[in-house]
């Protein structure tokens, strides 16, 4: 299995740079970097930078090198235990760029598959350049890919007469056959689950049978693509939970994400993934419990992440869960996605007595009306009681808000603006609606006049350069609430960095420094008062770095108190 692969960012940006310099892409981008002596740095980029100033590698300080994806990966991590615990050999690597050496020695093994996930890929790009690593180191390993971004190909491409079957399973749909042409790789797993796909697939491999025997598949076949018959999975989530202690031969780290349900049970607008997923499935609360047991066991996890698109629901269920963590004292901060329109007071003092640390919130806006177009089941009024309450227990929150969404207008805007200056939010971040063919909003399309894709836009009351000019007014008004950018250093670097060393404190002001530098470059400053005052801003940044603790807490630490 290959986890992740985060190209440098100097190549993303310079890729989305070809968009031009005042394209709505390369604009939400620029809220993720800082330049630097004409360098551009992602946050994660500056935070080594500024760490690498503050100790010296030559004084003797340990290098401890922050890496956004330096979790374990949970698609690669979940399959791999998924396919040991049905007898097939499997380990993963964990982030592409930094273990090419320990994965050119697997692929020296001659591996009879390699699998790729694409959780968090919307381009091919990162994932031709794994392929083509793959192929060149073990030319006759089968290597698959699967995932989220198969699922947007399929989606994105589809035509009518995908519904009639070619007789011997080619792919007619041209569209579809270039999009996996240039990811180069031999089989494509089509179904939204398809640990069970693999597992087959795997076996059919190990006899020598025919691809044509696996369902649920596309497959490269001398130069043509076939795909298989479709078999949806439905996995029962309580028997694929993760057993941490078998992958102790990976270097898993204090800081670990698992989940204890999949698909979501609302049906926002702007999203997909519901239709992907299918019917809402949670774990028992006794399974998450025997998962937690198996972190406990590790002796060293400080850090858990519930990836779940909506943690508290159902309300009795996540109660429940929250009594389990504390009648078993597992010792760890845990964050989540959190429904601020699905809680009461018992179910925020239950969070902060298990150990919650912080939650992400998505808001999405401000506006009652706009979170009606996006069908966002919550009222205004709904998140502001319930960042009070959370703020009353020091649980960190972060908002998430959508500018652009149909229906959008400068008013509307406002009152997202004064809904985020009202609130006491700790971090927030506003992003341009992407409009993504496919999702429920795209079925309203003529209703609201939309025009474009992706991040280029217009609709009835407004377009894609008037919502980034929204954005850039946001950043620069707000200031109690910390920006966090999308690359690389959103909300979950928190509980990575805690496990690294860092006090919130430290994180909190790392990032305001850093948004200061960045809004140098966004404001019209001369150039040479702009370098002065980043070379003022950059000697504060080390200056606080030199106070930041140079080693991880022990498993013995009062972990919970940095907050």
């Known amino acids: 299995m290959v986890g992740y692969n985060e190209p440098p960012f100097s190549d993303y940006e310079r890729l989305i740079r070809t968009f031009g310099a005042d394209s709505e892409a390369y604009r939400d981008l620029h809220y993720s970097f800082v330049d630097l002596g004409g360098q551009p740095l992602s946050y994660v980029d500056l935070l080594n930078h500024v760490d690498r100033l503050a100790a010296p590698l030559s004084t003797g300080a340990v290098d401890r090198r922050f890496e956004s994806g330096d979790i374990p990966n949970l698609a690669a991590a979940y399959l791999t235990n998924y396919l040991r615990a049905r007898g097939v050999s499997a380990r993963y690597v964990n982030l592409f760029q930094r273990e090419k050496a320990r994965l050119r020695e697997w692929l020296a093994e001659r591996p009879l598959c390699v699998a790729i996930t694409t959780t968090f890929y919307v381009l091919n790009f990162p994932v031709v350049e794994m392929v083509r690593f793959i192929r060149e180191h073990s030319p006759d390993t089968t290597i698959v890919v699967g995932g989220p971004l198969i699922g947007n190909h399929l989606r994105n491409t589809r035509e009518e007469n995908d ?109 997909n993934y519901p239709e992907r997923a299918g019917a809402l499935s949670l774990a028992s609360v006794a399974t998450v419990a025997d998962e937690l047991e198996t972190m406990r066991a590790l002796g060293n996890v400080q850090n858990v992440v519930f990836i779940d698109d909506t943690f508290n629901v159902p309300l009795a269920r996540f109660k429940d869960l929250c009594r389990m963590m504390i009648e078993r004292q597992y010792g760890v901060r845990w964050f989540s996605y ?100 496919g999702t429920p909003i795209d079925r309203r399309r003529e209703e609201f006049r939309i ?84 070379a003022e801003l950059l000697d504060e940044l080390v200056a606080g770095a030199r106070q930041w603790t140079r080693t991880a807490p022990t498993q013995d630490d009062e972990i919970v108190a940095t907050f």
């Open 451 to 534: 025009a474009g894709d992706g991040f280029v836009w217009s609709h009835a009351t407004m377009d894609s350069t008037s919502a980034m000019n929204h954005i850039e007014r946001m950043f620069f008004t707000v200031r109690h609430a910390t920006w966090l950018p999308q690359w690389s250093f959103d909300f979950w670097i928190l509980p990575y960095l805690l496990g690294k060393g860092l006090a919130a404190e430290d994180i909190r002001r790392f990032t305001d420094g850093a948004n200061r530098i960045l809004a140098l470059d966004l404001a019209s400053v001369p150039d040479q008062q702009r370098a002065r005052r980043k």
């Open 163 to 271: 519904l009639v079957p070619d007789p011997a399973g080619r792919v007619r749909n041209e569209r579809l056959q270039a999009a996996l042409a240039d990811l180069e790789a031999d089989v494509y797993v089509t179904d939204a689950q398809g640990e069970a796909t693999l597992l087959r697939l795997v076996q059919v491999l190990a006899a020598g049978g025919s691809l044509a025997r696996v369902p649920n598949i596309i497959y490269a076949d001398r130069g043509t693509l076939r795909q298989t018959l479709s078999q949806p999975e439905s996995n029962p989530i309580d028997e694929v939970a993760i057993d941490w202690t078998g992958l102790r031969d990976h270097d898993l780290g204090p800081t670990l994400q698992t989940r204890t349900a999949r698909s979501c049970a609302f049906s926002c607008a702007f999203c």
């Open 338 to 437: 959190f429904r601020c329109s699905n809680a009461d007071e018992e179910a925020f003092d239950l969070m902060a007595a298990s150990g919650c640390a912080g939650v992400f919130l998505g808001i999405e806006s401000g506006s009652p009306t706009v979170l009606k177009h996006m069908h966002k089941a919550a009222a205004v009024d709904q998140y502001a009681r319930g960042i009070e309450a959370l703020r009353k227990r020091d649980i960190l929150t972060f908002g998430s808000f959508i500018i652009g969404f149909p229906g959008e207008t400068d008013a509307t805007v406002q009152e997202t603006l004064d809904f985020i200056t009202s609130t006491p939010l700790d971090y927030y971040r506003a992003q341009l609606w992407y409009y993504e063919r």
